[in-house]
C-alpha cells in the first residue's frame, strides 16, 4: 500500500446523477462534470469520457511545453494545443494533436518543444499504456 500512496500523481471520484450518463467528478478537489452526447442518450452536460482524456493530454502538454520554455527563458507568449480523437474501427485509433506556439523562437527552440511535447507526463502514459487495477467494493 505505500508504494501506492508514494507513487500517486492524481486522482479522481466520479459519481453518477439521475440524469442518464451524466457524472459528477471530484478531481482532488476540482469539480468537473462528465456526460454524453444527446445522439448518445446523454444531455451534453459535460464533455463526453474521451474529451476529458484529450484535455488532460492538451493541458500536460501545453503546461510541459511552457515550462521547459520558462525554464530555459525562450521567448514563448502562448500556446494552444488542439486535439482529436479517431477510431475507424476496433483496432485503428489515434490522437490528432496540433501544436501552435506563439513567440519569437527560432527554428532550434520549435524542433526541441516539438521533441518535449512527445516526452510529456500524459504522452508517455497514452503511448505506453498504463496498467488498470480494478476492485469492486461491496454494496
Known amino acids: 500500500m505505500s508504494e501506492q500512496r508514494d507513487s500517486r500523481i492524481a486522482g479522481a471520484i ?4 439521475a440524469t442518464p450518463y451524466a457524472a459528477r467528478i471530484d478531481a482532488d478537489g476540482h469539480a468537473l462534470r462528465a456526460d454524453e ?42 500556446i494552444q494545443v488542439r486535439l ?6 476496433r483496432e485503428t485509433r489515434w490522437i490528432d494533436r496540433v501544436v501552435t506556439l506563439a513567440g519569437a523562437l527560432d ?9 518535449i511535447a512527445e516526452r510529456t507526463p500524459v504522452t508517455k502514459a497514452i503511448k505506453t499504456g498504463t496498467e488498470i487495477r480494478t476492485t469492486f467494493n461491496p454494496a
Not at 466520479?14 to 446523477?17: D, K
Not at 527554428?107 to 521533441?115: C, G, P
Open 107 to 115: 527554428d532550434s527552440q520549435r524542433t526541441k518543444l516539438a521533441e
Open 84 to 89: 482529436d480523437y479517431h477510431a475507424a474501427g
Open 37 to 78: 452526447p444527446v445522439a448518445h442518450g446523454g444531455q451534453d452536460s459535460g464533455p463526453a469520457p474521451f474529451g476529458l482524456v484529450m484535455s488532460g493530454l492538451g493541458a500536460c502538454t501545453a503546461i510541459t511545453l511552457r515550462m521547459y520554455a520558462e525554464h530555459k527563458g525562450w521567448p514563448l507568449e502562448g
Open 14 to 17: 466520479v459519481y453518477t446523477e
